[in-house]
Nanobody, 129 residues
Framework: QVNVAESGGGSVQAGGSMRLSCEFQ???????IGWFRQPPGKEREGVAL????????FYRDSLEGRFTASLDVARNTFHLQMNDLQPEDTAMYFC???????????????????????WGKGVLVTVSS
């Protein structure tokens, strides 16, 4: 099991930036940990995950470039830096985790092929035009 807790969020105008943070805690095992989002009235989608054993980071292709994730191992925190935010980025952003075999598991998890098992409460990001 992984305990996760998000911080950050709030409101920003289009073109602005925001950073979210996910603090995580686990004892043993290999996991994918990272970010999902759910826009209003839409399905939840993966944003970025890292694999704990290799610290490799995986992204949803459509977001890589504007969104950059980074891992602070010393603080057990996974950050999501979001730039050039647009109204369609408005969503609840969640930190989540699942037990993983390898990095490909994380890549597939971003695409929804593996369910995440541990979830934070989420933070709201609102982008106004």
């Amino acid at each position: 099991q992984v305990n996760v807790a998000e911080s950050g969020g709030g409101s920003v105008q289009a073109g602005g930036s925001m950073r979210l943070s996910c603090e995580f805690q686990y004892i043993l095992g290999h996991y994918c940990i990272g970010w999902f989002r759910q826009p209003p009235g839409k399905e939840r989608e993966g944003v970025a995950l890292f694999f704990t054993s290799t610290e490799m980071i995986f992204y949803r292709d459509s977001l890589e470039g504007r969104f950059t994730a980074s891992l602070d191992v010393a603080r057990n925190t996974f950050h999501l830096q979001m730039n050039d935010l647009q109204p369609e980025d408005t969503a609840m952003y969640f930190c989540a985790a699942n037990r993983a075999n390898n990095g490909d598991w994380c890549r597939a998890s971003i695409l929804g092929r593996h369910s995440m098992t541990d979830w934070g409460k989420g933070v709201l990001v609102t982008v106004s035009s």
